[in-house]
């Protein structure tokens, strides 16, 4: 009778623990995979410009989302060339259009690849909006991009990849690919469409620190 209860006893344990185990794999079989998304044709209009005062509103851009947004959820935002990020302050305070910072997001740059940016940056390499300069520099090879005087076309930089502290403090990457509307390889200053940005981008919505 002893050996068959603990012939019972043994085997209820044995069910139990791999019932948990099997809990366990479910659990991480869970957590949302961290994806490579890619925005295409995300307008950035502005006005003014070429000597003039540049205006108009910023398109918001929420990463958690995935879309155009319209409230103070947003990550990043754009106008023209200008990329300002959902922390800090105003950089240009008499400019209506641009939207009051809400967040608490930030923005490191990484030099590599894409795909070759997989922990976050320290955080002392994060810097955020200030009244005296934007985040991500504008500017031709200060910042993303590249403008070659001579046919008037603005070139993503390779090797500049933004990490992103987000307005809720998520984390997200992404890399410029395209500012003409539907990304032509090589744009031509004839008939290239300007103020389109094209980007891929990761978010990642965990507790941990890698994409």
């Not at 068959?4 to 344990?13: D, G, P, R, T």
């Not at 209009?45 to 989302?65: D, I, N």
Request: charged share 15%; hydrophobic share 35%; glycine share 8%.
């Amino acid at each position: 009778m002893k050996t068959n209860f603990l012939k019972l006893s043994i085997l209820a344990l044995t069910i139990f623990i791999t019932s948990c185990s099997n809990d366990d794999d479910k659990k991480e079989d869970t957590t949302p995979a961290v994806v490579t998304t890619k925005v295409s044709n995300l307008p950035a209009p502005q006005t003014g410009g070429q000597g003039q005062t540049v205006g108009g509103a910023f398109t918001k851009f929420s990463f958690s989302e995935n879309k155009i947004v319209t409230n103070d959820n947003w990550d990043i935002a754009f106008r023209g060339t200008t990329i300002i990020v959902n922390g800090g302050t105003k950089v240009i305070t008499a400019d209506a259009d641009e939207p009051e910072r809400k967040g608490s997001g930030a923005v490191s740059i990484a030099q590599g690849t894409f795909a070759s940016i997989t922990a976050f940056p320290a955080a002392a390499t994060f810097v955020q909006d200030a009244a005296t300069a934007y985040a991500i520099p504008t500017g031709s090879d200060k910042g993303w991009y590249n403008y070659n005087s001579a046919n008037n076309i603005i070139s993503p930089l390779a090797g500049k990849v933004f990490v992103v502290k987000t307005h809720d403090g998520k984390y997200a990457k992404f890399e410029i690919l395209s500012y003409y509307k539907d990304a032509p390889s090589n744009p031509d200053p004839a008939t290239a469409v300007a103020r389109y940005y094209t980007f891929n981008f990761a978010y990642q919505a965990n507790s941990t620190t890698t994409f």
